[in-house]
């Protein structure tokens, strides 16, 4: 009997057991999954990569770690050029979580405040650089997959909480708990940019492909940058590190294009007719002042038949100077230096819609009034020679056998982009031009091959050191990522032009310094050909290449 019994109770407990192992193997493998996904803590992604591209394995795929000067040395890849022993970086100390060379606070308040100088790029001096390692932030987890991180990000990536309080009324940006939430407001759309961007489109041309880059400026956390990528746009945005502490920074941790930038004394790092839009959305740039010199800026950037959008004051002044508290004639005297300053830049005003004034810059140049005898014209000689230059008060003459008509995205992609084809980059025939992208075809095959995460949702934000015509980027093309081209000032050609008429962004930069980013803000990053642009430039060099050389994909 009591055998029996022993066997009945056995056989009505085994189902639930049963049951419980089952549900607990399906937890500890979901469990599993999830911490290898690069998701959450205790990221395995990093690591296994850097195991699969060790140099040993590296020829399984076709490709070449070697550094590409050893200097004559037999093991160059282990001991350092010269025999000497690889250096090691020490970690930084604790409060420079956030540090950023060359828009450091102490720093930045020892240079005038006129026209923003203090804002601006100033770096320090060999002597002053840290060659330390800038530790993460305690607790910080792998970014969300782009496009939950749109709207959400870590509180632990980014532990800043003054905008939830300074712009709370303007829908920027809400901490709850563990993480900031990203509702899509902005000062001049508190309810939400998708509807502000509708707004845009009933005048500007997003649906068809026309308007495929745009420069946002003064750009908060950049959400007008984030909605307009669900609509087949690029913005690039940037704004200055101010009191507003982590606008750039919560841009990029959301997986939106950004920089820290000002409008300032410099020039910005681009070339003349890049962008298909410029917008403005209560930017505070005072385009009516030094002479139009802001706004003169702006169309040297901006390509023939491109948009200039300027939302917030002083537009439709009448409805709105009691709300903004200014004096009826200031902003009236405002808007008119405007309207005067477009007319002479050969723009077109569009509309007037609530506090939105949308132009136009034409591409018949027949057509524009004649320009004031103090006005003058820039010297088109190296006109992409902007790198640490002064904004000028001159126009820039729109050459349209250069800049000529580009296609809509995506065709724009793939076609020879106009400056290309008219010869203006010497050096580059429409032949070996498309070779490039053949080239960068065949080597980001080769990568997959050892990256096999290069096709997923690991990698939102992308740099290219050494940019070229954009191949790398074009090849490895997705709407789940986006690359920032840098073209370096120490390159022989200056390309980026080709780059913004393929429907991609990218930057000029001198890798002598810092970038103009916060720590930790991109997911990959790929080198070509940069150690050898600066060779004989960098003191850290040999160092650089000795420790890149198993780490970094290098066609």
């Given at each position: 009997m009591a055998i029996k019994g022993n066997s009945g109770e056995y056989k009505a407990r085994s189902p639930l057991g049963m049951v419980i192992a089952v549900?607990?193997?399906?937890?500890?493998?979901?469990?599993?999954?999830?911490?290898?996904?690069?998701?959450?803590?205790?990221?395995?992604?990093?690591v296994a990569v850097t195991q699969q591209t060790?140099?040993?394995?590296?020829?399984?795929?076709?490709?070449?770690?070697?550094?590409?000067?050893?200097?004559?040395?037999a093991n160059a890849t282990t001991s350092g050029l010269g025999g000497e022993p690889p250096p090691s970086f020490v970690p930084c100390a604790a409060a420079l979580t956030d540090h950023t060379p060359c828009h450091d606070q102490d720093r930045a308040m020892k240079f005038p405040r006129k026209n923003m100088v203090y804002r601006e790029r100033h770096c320090p001096s060999d002597g002053e650089r840290l060659l330390c390692l800038v530790p993460a932030p305690p607790g910080y987890v792998t970014p969300f997959p782009w496009p939950k991180s749109r709207d959400y990000v870590p509180y632990a990536n980014a532990p800043y909480k003054s905008l939830t309080v300074e712009k709370a009324v303007q829908n920027w940006v809400h901490y709850e708990?563990?993480?900031?939430?990203?509702?899509?407001?902005?000062?001049?759309?508190?309810h939400g940019a998708d509807k502000y961007i509708d707004q845009l489109a009933s005048v500007v041309p997003f649906a068809d492909g026309s308007v495929r880059t745009v420069l946002d400026t003064g750009c908060g956390v950049a959400s007008l940058g984030a909605y307009l990528d669900s609509r087949g746009v690029m913005a690039i945005s940037f704004a200055p590190r101010d009191s507003h502490e982590a606008q750039v920074q919560f841009a990029l941790e959301r997986g939106v294009?950004?920089?820290?930038?000002?409008?300032?004394s410099v020039k910005l790092p681009f070339p003349p007719r890049s962008f298909d839009m410029a917008h403005c959305s209560r930017c505070l740039?005072?385009?009516?002042?030094?002479?139009?010199?802001?706004?003169?800026?702006?169309d040297r950037v901006l390509r023939p038949g491109g948009y200039w959008v300027l939302s917030g004051p002083p537009i439709n002044w009448k409805a709105n100077h009691r709300k903004w508290e200014r004096a009826e004639e200031d902003l009236a005297g405002e808007q008119k230096r405007i309207e005067e300053y477009a007319q002479m830049l050969c723009w077109e005003k569009v509309t007037e819609m609530d506090e939105i004034g949308v132009w136009r810059k034409r591409t018949d140049t027949a057509a524009c009034p004649a320009m004031p005898p103090a006005v003058r014209t820039c010297d088109p000689a190296n006109s992409d020679d902007v790198w640490y230059k002064n904004m000028e008060t001159c126009i820039t003459p729109s050459t349209t056998a250069v800049g000529g008509q580009v296609q809509p995205f995506p065709e724009r992609l793939k076609v020879v982009?106009?400056?290309?084809?008219?010869?203006?980059?010497?050096?580059?025939?429409?032949?070996s031009y498309e070779e490039e992208n053949r080239r960068w075809e065949k080597h980001v095959k080769a990568y997959k091959k050892v990256n096999y995460k290069l096709d997923t949702k690991r990698y939102r934000n992308i740099m290219d050191m050494n940019a070229g015509v954009g191949g790398f980027a074009a090849a490895i093309f997705s709407p789940m990522s986006w690359v920032m081209?840098?073209?370096p000032t120490a390159a022989e050609l200056s390309t980026l032009g080709v780059i913004y008429e393929r429907g991609l962004i990218g930057i000029y930069h001198d890798w002598c310094?810092?970038?103009?980013?916060?720590?930790?803000?991109?997911?990959l990053i790929h080198v070509n050909g940069v150690f050898s642009l600066y060779r004989n430039k960098l003191e850290i060099t040999k160092e650089i290449l000795t420790d890149a050389s198993c780490n970094v994909l290098h066609p």
């Open positions: 549900l607990l193997c399906c937890f500890f493998y979901v469990f599993g999954a999830w911490q290898r996904s690069g998701y959450g803590k205790g990221d395995r992604i990093a060790a140099c040993a394995d590296a020829s399984a795929a076709g490709l070449s770690f070697e550094t590409h000067h050893t200097g004559g040395v708990g563990a993480v900031f939430r990203f509702p899509g407001g902005g000062t001049q759309f508190p294009p950004a920089f820290i930038g000002v409008l300032g740039i005072p385009w009516s002042g030094n002479g139009g010199m802001y706004m003169m800026e702006v982009p106009p400056r290309i084809s008219s010869g203006a980059v010497q050096g580059f025939t429409v032949e081209n840098v073209v310094e810092a970038f103009s980013t916060y720590p930790r803000t991109y997911d």
